[in-house]
């Protein structure tokens, strides 16, 4: 699969895993997929991906608000290339998604790809990321799902996308904040490492938030 059929279909696995709630899934943003830094996981380099940071919507040291309770408008901001590349233990370089979010893409086309979106719950409660959770298995065949415990409500799943490989979704919520993962790969790893890797990208995510 080439760069830019994984990066069309990262990003039609992450606008099917909630369209209810996650804004921006058209592919008219398609031009403005750009690989914006590389780093690899066994680097000793100081490479940050500061061109890859929009504006920063964290709490400040002296706000009052509990950590997780402001709205984080896009995560892609906050992961950085070096934490992805130890994540998938490659080198990776990360470029938008048409319409919305951000991917992380291995030299190997076969390799995990890993894609993240940012969305906003309707409150802290259960109700938005019940409905995510729905959307994410949707777009399994056979999906074999898990509750792994990040954040404050979190769930991944593994299974086929018009294919023989094991794929990953997941979805993750901390405060009114929701971030859906999608994993992509080739290489025939197995369901159980496939959650587990996108287990590992869920708590990444949920670390930012």
Do not use: H, W
Not at 65 to 85: F, K, M, R, W
Not at 106 to 117: L, N
Not at 129 to 143: H, I, K, P, Y
Request: proline letters at 3%.
């Amino acid at each position: 699969m080439k760069q830019l059929s994984r990066s069309l279909f990262a990003g039609a696995v992450l606008c099917a895993l909630s369209t209810s709630f996650l804004a921006g899934c058209s592919s008219d943003d398609a031009d403005d997929a750009t690989t914006t830094t590389v780093a690899t996981a066994a680097s000793g380099e100081d490479t940050t991906a500061a061109d890859a940071t929009a504006d920063d919507t964290s709490a400040d040291a002296d706000s009052d608000e509990p950590a997780g309770t402001e709205q984080v408008s896009d995560v892609c901001g906050l992961i950085t290339v070096e934490e992805v590349g130890a994540l998938v233990g490659g080198t990776v370089t990360m470029s938008e998604v048409p319409g919305g979010g951000c991917q992380f893409d291995q030299e190997d086309p076969r390799a995990p790809t890993v894609a993240f979106a940012t969305s906003t719950a309707s409150d802290d409660t259960d109700g938005t990321f019940n409905e995510g959770r729905v959307g994410a298995f949707g777009v399994l065949t056979d999906a074999t799902p898990e509750s792994p415990g990040v954040g404050d409500y979190s769930a991944v799943a593994s299974g086929t996308i018009g294919g023989d490989s094991q794929q990953g979704v997941g979805i993750v919520q901390v405060g009114v904040t929701i971030v859906q993962v999608s994993l992509i790969q080739g290489n025939g790893i197995d369901g159980a490492q496939v959650r587990a890797m996108t287990t590992q990208a869920l708590t990444l995510a949920a670390s930012k938030l």
